[in-house]
C-alpha cells in the first residue's frame, strides 16, 4: 500500500499546521481560499434549496453535469485550448448539461404521469451513466489521460492554478452577492409560496433563480469538491445549522460559516495527503460539524432531547402535579368552586321544589 507520505516529508499533523497558517505557499493559499469561498456559498444557497425542498433535484443536476464536462473538454482540445484542460470551457460545458437535467425534470413532471422522486432518479441515472461512459472513453486517449478529468468525480484541489482559483472565488461571491440582495424574497417562497403568490411576487421567476444559483454552485464547485459529492457540501452545512437556530438569517450564517470551514480545513487535509480526494475530505469535515450539531444543539440535539423528556418524566412523576390546580387528585377546595370539595356547580335542586332564591 502506498504511503501517504514520502519517508522524508513531515509529519501530517506538522504539514497541516503550516497549510492552516498560509505558510504552505503561494498556490496552497490561494486554493485554500477558493475552496472556502465555494464552501461558503454553496451554505448559502443550500438553506433555500433545503427549505424549497428541492435538495433531490440538486442532486441530479451535480450527476448531470458530469457529461457536460466531457464535452467541454473535446470542445477545449478541438480549439487548441490548453490541451483540453480549460477550466471556463470546462465548466460552461457543465452548465449546460447540469441545465439541461433540470428542464429534463421539469419536462417529465408535468407532461408525463411520473411522479418527480421518479423523473429524478431517471435523469439522474441517465446522466451519470453517459458521463461515465464518456469519461472512460477519454481516459484512453492519451490528451484525455493528461486533462485530469477524474478530478471532476471526487475533486482535486492540488492541481488549481492562480486563474482557476479567482475564477471559482469570483464566482462564488456573485453567488453568495444575489443571495442575499434577493434574501427577503427567497425566505418567504421558501416558507409560504402561495402567500407570496397573492401579493404579487413572481414565485416562479424566484424558483428558477434559486435553481440558477444553484447549478451555479453546483458547477463552480465540481473541481473543488467533485460531482459525485459536491451535493453534500450543499445539504449537509445547511442541515447542521438548522439544529442551531430558529431564524433564517441566523440559520443562513450558521450554513456559511459551515461550509466555508469545511471547505478550508477539507482542502488543508487535501493539500497535506495530496493521495486522497479532495471532494471526500471536504465532505467528512462537514459531516463531522453536522455530527456535533446533531449531538450538541442546545435545542434540537440528542442531548438536548434526552433532557428534556427526562425533566418531563420527573414532572409528571411528583404528586399533585401534571394536573390542573392540584385540586382533582387532592380533592381540596379552589378559590372558584365555592369551597365544596371536588370543586364543580352546586348540585340541582330535587324534583319538584324551586331553587331558592337569594332575600
Not at 138 to 149: D, E, H, I, M, T
Not at 181 to 206: H, I, Q, T
Not at 230 to 257: C, D, K, S
Request: proline share 6%; net charge positive; aromatic share 8%.
Amino acid at each position: 500500500m502506498p504511503a501517504l507520505f514520502p519517508a522524508d516529508s513531515p509529519s501530517l499533523w506538522q504539514a497541516l499546521a503550516t497549510i492552516l497558517t498560509f505558510h504552505g505557499g503561494y498556490n496552497t493559499a490561494v486554493v485554500l481560499i477558493g475552496a472556502s469561498a465555494i464552501g461558503v456559498a454553496a451554505g448559502v444557497v443550500g438553506v433555500f434549496v433545503l427549505l424549497r425542498k428541492r435538495a433531490l433535484v440538486g442532486d441530479a443536476i451535480a450527476h448531470a453535469t458530469l457529461p457536460g464536462v466531457g464535452i467541454g473538454f473535446l470542445v477545449a482540445y478541438g480549439l487548441g485550448l490548453d490541451e483540453g484542460r480549460h477550466l471556463p470551457t470546462l465548466l460552461a460545458g457543465a452548465a449546460l448539461t447540469g441545465l439541461a437535467g433540470a428542464l429534463a425534470i421539469q419536462w417529465i413532471v408535468s407532461h408525463t404521469r411520473l411522479p418527480e422522486d421518479a423523473a429524478i432518479g431517471s435523469v439522474l441515472s441517465v446522466f451519470f451513466g453517459v458521463g461515465t461512459v464518456l469519461f472512460s472513453a477519454l481516459q484512453g486517449l492519451s490528451a484525455g489521460n493528461r486533462a485530469g478529468l477524474e478530478a471532476f468525480l471526487l475533486g482535486q484541489t492540488a492541481a488549481l492554478g492562480r486563474a482557476d482559483a479567482e475564477l471559482i472565488v469570483g464566482a462564488g461571491l456573485v453567488v453568495v452577492v444575489l443571495a442575499l440582495l434577493f434574501f427577503k424574497e427567497f425566505g418567504l417562497v421558501c416558507f409560504d409560496p402561495a402567500f407570496a403568490g397573492s401579493l404579487g411576487w413572481p414565485v416562479g421567476r424566484l424558483d428558477l433563480m434559486i435553481m440558477a444559483l444553484l447549478l451555479a454552485t453546483v458547477v463552480v464547485g465540481l473541481r473543488t469538491v467533485g460531482a459525485v459529492l459536491v451535493f453534500a457540501l450543499l445539504i449537509i452545512p445547511a442541515v447542521a445549522a438548522r439544529f442551531w437556530t430558529e431564524r433564517l438569517g441566523t440559520m443562513v450564517l450558521l450554513a456559511a460559516l459551515f461550509g466555508g470551514f469545511s471547505g478550508y480545513l477539507g482542502a488543508a487535509l487535501s493539500a497535506a495527503a495530496p493521495r486522497l480526494p479532495a471532494g471526500a475530505l471536504i465532505v467528512m469535515v462537514a459531516a463531522g460539524l453536522f455530527l456535533i450539531s446533531f449531538t450538541l444543539a442546545p435545542r434540537r440535539g440528542v442531548l438536548a432531547q434526552l433532557w428534556y423528556r427526562a425533566r418531563a418524566r420527573r414532572t409528571l412523576g411528583r404528586p399533585g402535579e401534571g394536573t390542573i390546580g392540584g385540586g382533582a387528585a387532592g380533592g381540596g377546595a379552589t378559590p372558584t368552586d365555592g369551597g365544596r370539595p371536588g370543586g364543580g356547580a352546586p348540585p340541582p335542586p330535587p324534583a319538584g321544589r324551586k331553587a331558592a332564591t337569594p332575600c
